[in-house]
Nanobody, 113 residues
Framework: VQLVESGGGLVHPGGSLRLSCAAS????????MRWYRQAPGKQREYVAS???????QYIESVKGRFTISRDNPENTLYLQMNNLKPEDTAVYYC????????WGQGTQVTVSS
């Protein structure tokens, strides 16, 4: 099983990034998928999730700015992040959950002027 995140980088406040998570070795369409993030010196926190049938949820601080989506034929999870703020700076992790749980290696997002 592999979950490989990409799309992170350095962006100015107010900017946008689109994260991707390419999954292999799992029946992707059956899994609930989540994004987590971990800022320096803080615990990893849940950001957003999308169920196998496309139901989405978000933490309050990203509602209206982030959009989680999935492309089941391409086995890929996305996180569109708009109007980024310095407090969004973190390593972002992809997570897959069904009977087991799998994690990606993370991608760094830095929001700074």
């Amino acid at each position: 099983v592999q979950l490989v995140e990409s799309g992170g980088g350095l962006v100015h406040p107010g900017g946008s990034l689109r994260l991707s998570c390419a999954a292999s070795g799992i029946d992707f369409s059956s899994y609930a998928m989540r994004w987590y993030r971990q800022a320096p010196g803080k615990q990893r926190e849940y950001v957003a999730s999308i169920s196998s049938v496309g139901r989405t949820q978000y933490i309050e601080s990203v509602k209206g700015r982030f959009t989680i989506s999935r492309d089941n034929p391409e086995n890929t999870l996305y996180l569109q992040m708009n109007n980024l703020k310095p407090e969004d700076t973190a390593v972002y992790y992809c997570n897959a959950v069904l009977m087991k749980e799998f994690w990606g290696q993370g991608t760094q997002v830095t929001v700074s002027s």
